[in-house]
């Protein structure tokens, strides 16, 4: 079993930062994509940013510029730096990781339980 636990998220003004942080444990033998997610009250979950195993990134179009997803992979952990926060950003911010476990061949899909971000204007 694996777990995702994510951190730093919380209340803060438009054009401020967070950092968001995302540490998997478990029966881990390696790490492929990880991702970050976001869910907005009323609507779907997107697709924020992803990173491959070995560094290469990708941004959703409303915060390319912005954020800055990056991992360690010593640590198994996945982060996301928001600059520039705008209210649209408020939303609950899931990660992702796409997990090959000792035991197995077969890559395991986790995901976080969630953390709060809230953008004040």
């Known amino acids: 079993q694996v777990q995702l636990v994510e951190s730093g998220g919380g209340l803060v003004q438009a054009g401020g930062s967070l950092r968001l942080s995302c540490a998997a444990s478990?029966?881990?033998?390696?790490?492929?994509?990880m991702r970050w997610y976001r869910q907005a009250p009323g609507k779907q979950r997107e697709l924020v940013a992803a990173?491959?195993?070995?560094?290469?990134?990708n941004y959703a179009d409303s915060v390319k510029g912005r954020f800055t997803i990056s991992r360690d992979n010593a640590k198994n952990t996945v982060y996301l730096q928001m600059n520039s926060l705008k209210p649209e950003d408020t939303a609950v911010y899931y990660c992702?990781?796409?997990?090959?476990?000792?035991?197995?061949?077969?890559?395991?899909?986790?995901w976080g339980q969630g953390t709060q971000v809230t953008v004040s204007s």
């Open positions: 478990g029966n881990i033998r390696s790490i492929n994509g």
């Open positions: 992702y990781a796409d997990v090959s476990p000792y035991n197995s061949p077969v890559l395991y899909n986790y």
């Open positions: 990173i491959t195993s070995g560094g290469s990134t």
